[in-house]
């Protein structure tokens, strides 16, 4: 009895994808590649973070520190 509902269930998720329509556009090849460039950005950000987070050396951290502004800097953080 239960295996009916969920099947059901699964049909009606696929007949509601199915019936509304997909808010997406077509993105332009420039507006694709600067989506790919930010989230290029936003890893290399999330990456140095967790460098920072677990570097001892001063100067390391330094470095690391001077690259997180830079990258937020490129995302237009300015955090």
Not at 32 to 53: K, P, W
């Amino acid at each position: 009895m239960a295996r009916g509902f969920e099947s059901k269930d699964v049909e009606f998720q696929q007949a509601e994808a199915e019936r509304r329509p997909s808010p997406r556009r077509t993105l332009t090849p420039m507006e694709r590649e600067d989506a790919a460039r930010r989230r290029s950005l936003e890893l290399a950000l999330a990456r140095t973070r967790g460098d920072l987070a677990r570097a001892g050396s001063p100067a390391h951290r330094r470095m690391l520190e001077e690259a997180i502004a830079d990258l937020e800097r490129q995302l237009g953080l300015n955090v």
